[in-house]
């Protein structure tokens, strides 16, 4: 916990990849926080008070004031705790550049969540279109994230916004692969990609972020099954 002058709380669920990655993004950045973890079928008095617009999760709660929306958090630590860990570069030009790929890992997760509202016999268009944006993003990033053509480089230290992302959008793949029933991400097809989310979920920092396994597989299957829909 923060001083005084300096407290932050977040609000949030254990399984939300929205969630996950500001807790990542604070763990980079080394900010010292609070977790109150919600039942979002009973959304307690403190979230519906800070977040009364969306009434979701994650909300940071940074000296009594809320800020909201995943992405807009993530920037919001980045100003807010100028120095140390950046998780944007300042040159404008690669600012834009990471913002525009931050913004399509957002949309291959919603792709993700049109292959969990599917039936399993209507998955291979929606998971086309995973596959598809599979391999922009692996086109996308290799030249200005991965000059070298590999993630070696990758460590605890210089973690930034699109490690972030993708964690919490792949982090717990396999769970999802399996909770799905489909192959999502193929190292033959998007080596990679894939060889960056394993080196990301080998570093010990992110190994606190992303949720177990078999927890991850038992709550997706429930909510599939309890006819829930992103």
């Not at 958090?73 to 913002?99: C, H, M």
């Not at 969990?116 to 086309?128: G, I």
């Not at 973690?159 to 982090?171: F, H, K, P, R, T």
């Not at 399996?178 to 570093?203: H, R, T, Y």
Request: glycine share 6%.
């Amino acid at each position: 916990m923060g001083s005084g002058e300096n407290k932050v709380v977040l609000h949030g669920m254990w399984a939300s990849p929205y969630v996950k990655r500001v807790e990542l993004a604070l763990k980079i950045k080394g900010i010292p926080f609070e977790y109150v973890e919600e039942n979002l079928r009973n959304k307690s008095p403190q979230l519906l008070k800070y977040n009364p617009v969306q009434k979701k999760v994650p909300v940071l709660v940074h000296n009594g004031k809320p800020v909201c929306e995943s992405l807009v958090i993530l920037e919001y630590l980045d100003e807010v705790w100028s120095t140390g860990p950046q998780l944007l570069p300042k040159e404008p030009y690669q600012r834009a550049n990471f913002r525009f790929w931050a913004a399509y890992i957002q949309q291959l997760l919603e792709s993700i969540f049109k292959l969990f509202n599917a039936d399993k016999e209507a998955h291979e268009k929606p998971l086309q279109e995973v596959h598809e944006k599979l391999r922009n993003l692996e086109d996308g990033v290799k030249e200005f994230y991965f000059p070298e053509g590999s993630p070696n480089h990758i460590s605890a230290e210089n973690l930034g916004i699109l490690d972030v992302m993708l964690v919490s959008v792949l982090g717990p793949f396999r769970a999802k692969e399996e909770a799905f029933s489909v192959k999502i991400l193929d190292p033959g097809k998007n080596p990679l990609i894939f060889s960056w989310i394993q080196a990301l979920i080998e570093l010990p920092l992110v190994k606190e972020v992303v949720p177990p396994h078999d927890k991850m597989v038992g709550v997706l299957q429930f909510l599939k099954q309890s006819g829930f829909k992103f």
